[in-house]
């Protein structure tokens, strides 16, 4: 039996377990709910950059119990011209990349959390929101009506809790759209090392092939729908597969499990409300995922923590967690969101593409420092947000070191 709450959590994905067990190890009396029955899958590239993995150590997850983890160091870019090159990640230095698949890393997050405390309702929807005077009312299929002090909404990219509050926006659909398929019997490139693709048609997107354990590669390729229809993916995708340099490092032996999948990517966390009555919108949720890579799980949780964290520091006055909650997105992703909104718009252009790859591969340390900012080790903006500065910031050895 599920009972009334002082936070309820709806989603239990990267940004609804980071916020589940910040909460309840702080003590607190935390239920998430979620539509899905876990282990569920979700459709992604399940690449983790060093970002995402710095904030995995510190929840305390464990690689050893993700069965599917794959650290990579090697990166290959390749031009639309055909110009390619590898950026190494720093090595013997802690894990600055890897790949998990989302079905077994989300569970694990998602136990975390109970272990920390939290109560979890997977299988159950939530079906209504409504903004009481000192509560959150919240109905849930099999559980009926909850009642919560702060609700966090990391229901992801749809967020029915937004559209519950009369929040979402009209004919959204998110900027970027992406399909992902999982082969088998890759060739030994695609075996160990992450491929970027960027092909003309699809710019600023791009195809990737990041490796998984016994021979198995995550590939999929990504569009801003701002620039390429989504309609058009559908007939790209087998085009773009038997590309002779994109066939080659998958091998000639690759077999795909199953059907591709598809799946839209929110990024306009500038934007967006973040906040509403004694609500706090967290990961795809609050449309936080980078618009240059469509990346999102490090942003899921960051959002997740900052949002436990504001109403921790302010339990008891709702505004001034939801400003305190509001300032700290502010300061820690909006610069960047703006930051990456322009190099996606130089990366649209098959010149643009050139011009970065060729200028970042000039050297090794070039590739390597290039290599470390994409995989976020370091905010995107960071060279123009001087007061996010610290000390040896440029220099950190990988997470789990
Ligand atoms: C094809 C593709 C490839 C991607 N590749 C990468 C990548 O390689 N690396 C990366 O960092 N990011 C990637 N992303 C982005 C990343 O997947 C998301 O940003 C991330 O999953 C966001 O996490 P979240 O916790 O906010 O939401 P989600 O993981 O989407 O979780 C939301 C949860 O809410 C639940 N929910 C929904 N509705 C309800 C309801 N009514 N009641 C209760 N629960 C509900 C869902 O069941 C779900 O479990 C990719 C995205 C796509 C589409």
Redesign the pocket.
Known sequence: MIGDTEVLI????????AAGVALARAGRSVTI????T?P?D????????TG?LRELELLGLDPNTVPSWKVTSDVWLRTPGGWTVSYPLPAGQGQYAA?AE?QEL?HQLLLMAKAEGATIADG????DVRPRPDVVEVD?EGLGTLHANYVIA????????RKHLGMALENYRGE?????QYFSNVGPRASEDMFIWFEPEILPGYL?S?PLPGNRA?V?F?IDRRKVSTQAMKTLWPELLARPHIAEVLGPDAESEGTH??????ARVDEISLTAHRSFF?????A???VM????????LW??RWASEAILAEPDRPEAAAARYRDRVAQGLVADHKMSNLLSGVLASPLGVEFSVRTSGMSHWTRRNFARWLFEDYPRAQLFTPRRYSRGMFSRDGAYQ
């Open positions: 709806v989603g239990g994905g990267p940004a609804g377990s709910v979620d539509k899905a876990f569920r979700k459709c992604c590239g399940d690449g983790l950059t995402a790949i989302r989300d159950h929807a939530v079906t849930a990391a229901d992801g990219m749809w967020s029915p809790v970027w759209h992406a399909f992902r990737w990041f995550n999929g990504g999948r598809a799946w839209p990517i929110p967290a990961g795809d949720a609050a936080a995922t980078d890579s469509g990346e999102g799980i490090a942003q899921a959002t997740g």
